[in-house]
């Protein structure tokens, strides 16, 4: 999968640096409260990766866990608070924060969970209900 790309990022200290190899699997907007609650804004800006994609290149020791449901693994810099990553076993797939990867092109492609959305964006992409039918979502889609 790896096309020779690498991206690297940190937490807000910089104790804690992270690297992903490749492209993103995807990129969108979750607005679902516990990605809201747990981001303290209105909406996540997420990339889906490979979890064979993610690296820890620094700070692994400095590195924090919390699993309130089976769907996701949230991980942040015990240091800081600086969040990174969440971990989604049930879909195979790790969310490296979008902001924690300065140089990621972000191009987002679907809003997800835009049905308990506090900041509504007009912006032509798909806004699915919750998530897509593939996912184990409804893949009902929402009005712009």
């Not at 692994?60 to 919390?66: D, H, L, Q, V």
């Not at 924060?97 to 959305?117: C, G, I, K, R, S």
């Not at 806004?127 to 409804?138: R, V």
Request: aromatic share 8%; charged share 20%; proline share 7%.
């Amino acid at each position: 999968m790896s096309s020779g790309k690498s991206l690297s990022g940190k937490c807000f200290c910089g104790a804690v640096e992270i690297a992903v190899d490749g492209e993103p699997m995807a990129m969108g907007y979750c607005h679902c409260d516990s990605c809201r609650e747990w981001s303290a804004g209105p909406v996540n800006a997420f990339s889906l990766w490979p979890p064979q994609a993610v690296h820890i290149t620094r700070g692994a020791n400095k590195i924090g866990s919390y699993q309130k449901t089976e769907k996701s693994v949230r991980k942040w810099c015990t240091v800081c608070g600086g969040h990174l990553l969440t971990e989604h076993p049930l879909w195979g797939v790790t969310d490296v924060y979008a902001a924690v990867l300065p140089d990621l092109d972000f191009q987002p492609v679907l809003h997800v969970n835009y049905e308990t959305t506090v900041l509504h964006l007009k912006d032509g992409l798909p806004k699915q209900k919750d998530f897509p039918a593939e996912m184990g979502g409804s893949g009902t889609l929402l009005p712009d």
